[in-house]
């Protein structure tokens, strides 16, 4: 099993930045990859960006290129997401949830922080 615990959404203005934690604990080893998934009232939960914890390969979703960085930092078993400065949009409100997968290709979610984008 493995734990996520999320830190640092908040409300900011459109034009501002935030940065998102994820820390990882439990079965550790066992993770391939990690990222961030974000859900806005009344739509799907979908893929924000992803790295692997081997080889740091990335995918970001079209629509955060350019503006967020994902990054890792195995020693401290986290990810993080930088919402970079002059980037945030208000369509870019929801609830954002960290996430890993396992080796064995199972998927483990935190309790997810909000992010609200004020214009």
């Known amino acids: 099993q493995v734990q996520l615990v999320e830190s640092g959404g908040g409300l900011v203005q459109a034009g501002g930045s935030l940065r998102l934690s994820c820390a990882a604990s439990?079965?550790?080893?066992?993770?391939?990859?990690m990222g961030w998934y974000r859900q806005a009232p009344g739509k799907q939960r979908d893929l924000v960006a992803r790295?692997?914890?081997?080889?740091?390969?990335?995918?970001?979703a079209d629509s955060v290129k350019g503006r967020f960085t994902i990054s890792r930092n195995n020693t401290k078993n986290s990810v993080y997401l930088q919402m970079n400065m002059n980037s945030l949009k208000p369509e870019d409100t929801a609830v954002y949830y960290c996430?890993?997968?396992?080796?064995?290709?199972?998927?483990?979610w935190g309790q997810g922080t909000q992010v609200t984008v004020s214009s």
């Open positions: 996430y890993a997968r396992s080796v064995q290709a199972d998927d483990y």
């Open positions: 439990g079965s550790i080893f066992s993770i391939s990859a």
């Open positions: 790295i692997t914890t081997r080889g740091g390969n990335i995918i970001y």
